[in-house]
């Protein structure tokens, strides 16, 4: 099967075509796929989906897919690889690394939100109008919508994910969001702070936990922390003391311990596992 590259850390392709505009492929980059216009079936890992005007699919690397065209269709291509995220602001890789550790669990088109599906319209209008036109700072400009739309990715995801579906409060919603948003700050997540940010008793927060999402706080905690170590040695190529230091592991004898007792693995033979597949 052939396995496709990206030499740069980000491009833009526009494509009308009446026929399959690719046969069964991977590649070692992420992929946006919007559709302009047409209709046709979309197989990603030998799953099918219909796709129609205005869906917008999510592929990682690795991913098998191919398209069946069915009635003509524009197909926008929007790719980046792990150096265009590496360089991006913290805020925007904290949307990206939601956006890698929920994307299997959302099948098909990801614009979950109906309000969205006129923003992304116009962002992609946008870029297809920077595409043709080529004016001065163009990949410049390009850059900045298609980081916008990346956040509305990851809102969709967000909005979407299995544990956030169990229960609609705001109060949850929020919850849920504000572990994401400091996980890279321990001392944000304790009970007292969670308490006193959701004005609820301290001695209240744990089983409020329990009961949305089924697990303890803490066991939440450390599942989505392997989530974003496994991203880092999956994506990147960042030493592991570098890893343990960023997700406030106490060293990294501490970050091989917790993943071997979680993962039944250590993070480098994870890492060699991955490799591996990639190279196939």
Known sequence: MQIRNLYEPFEIEYLESCECPMAAHKHNFFELVYIVEGAGIQCINK?????????????????????????????????????????????????????????NRLPGCILKNKADKPLVKSLIEALIREYINQYPYQRELTQQIVNTLLTVVARNISLSSPEIQRNAESKDLSMLSYIHQNIYSPELLKAEEMAANFNISPTYVSEYFKKLTGESMQQYITNYKLKLVETRLQYSDMRMNEIAFELNFTDESHLNRIFKKYKGMSPSEFRKQKMAIASN
């Open 47 to 103: 799953n099918n989906w219909t796709y129609g005007p205005e869906k917008l699919f999510l592929l990682m690397p690795q991913d098998c897919h191919s398209f069946k065209v069915e009635k003509s269709t524009k197909f926008f291509f929007i790719r980046f690889n792990e150096v265009y995220i590496k360089y991006q602001n913290k805020e925007l890789i904290k949307k990206l690394e939601f956006i890698f550790q929920n994307h």
